[in-house]
């Protein structure tokens, strides 16, 4: 059983600072790795994907893997009022055909004008 | 990134009754589809993978015979609520992925709103 942990927050983070998610998985296997953002009401809007190592920025995002201690994170600079939202995180599987994803609970972000 | 639509948007019906959910890959083909449900303050939960030319496998405690799913084509995939309860209200949501990989990232339709009266 794939098990995704976040902090369910509410995290609050003024605006401009920086915002910090984070996931824990139990597959080891998992090879790739997402970031979905979720407005209220809305469906999920992939921002990151990620499947080495290390960093991957994109414009105000970064998102940081460490398979090893099977941790993902997003950064979020320069956070605007529109970021609030509900960030979920998922792990892929490990290559071979297409999965279906297991979300974490998600952490809703609210960044504070 | 790529573009899945679904249809209905939204749907109210009475007990008893049957809803067909739509999904459509606008702008690729997907061999596969998944369909997911989200209960209100709760995360996706996945219920099946729907596969074209072939029967879809559900997760486990998902009633194969009250969802059903149709891969019809290499664009389109139904989900069917039958005799729908009240207690199947939620927020129905299909993903493609644009590959046959678990690398290529999963495109989310906008979801449909189920209320059963």
């Known amino acids: 059983q794939k098990e995704v942990e976040q902090n369910s927050g509410p995290l609050s983070v003024p605006e401009g600072a920086i915002a910090s998610l984070n996931c824990t998985y139990s597959?080891?296997?998992?090879?790739?790795f997402f970031w979905y953002r979720q407005y209220s009401g809305k469906s999920p809007e992939l921002i990151m994907s990620?499947?080495?190592?290390g960093d991957k920025e994109d414009g105000r995002f970064t998102a940081q893997l460490n398979k090893a201690s099977q941790y993902v994170s997003l950064l979020i600079r320069d956070s605007q009022p529109s970021d609030s939202a509900t960030y979920l995180c998922a792990p892929g599987g490990s290559g071979g055909g297409a999965d279906g994803l297991t979300f974490g609970k998600g952490t809703h972000l609210i960044i504070q004008p | 990134g790529a573009v899945v639509s679904q249809h209905p948007s939204w749907v109210i019906c009475k007990s008893g009754t049957s809803v067909k959910i739509e999904c459509r890959s606008l702008?690729?083909?997907?061999?596969?589809m998944f369909w997911y449900r989200q209960f209100p303050k709760q995360s996706l939960m996945l219920m099946a993978t729907?596969?074209?030319?072939?029967?879809?496998?559900?997760e486990q405690g998902v009633e194969k015979d009250k969802f059903l799913i149709n891969h019809a084509s290499l664009t389109l995939s139904t989900l069917t609520v039958t005799s729908a309860h009240p207690e199947d209200s939620s927020f129905y949501i299909c993903?493609?992925?644009?590959?046959?990989?678990?690398?290529?990232?999963?495109?989310f339709g906008p979801g449909t709103r189920l209320t059963v009266l």
């Open positions: 729907s596969n074209e030319g072939s029967k879809a496998t559900y």
């Open positions: 993903s493609a992925p644009t590959g046959g990989s678990s690398y290529n990232e999963q495109f």
């Open positions: 597959d080891r296997g998992s090879q790739s």
């Open positions: 990620i499947y080495s190592n």
């Open positions: 702008d690729f083909q997907a061999t596969t």
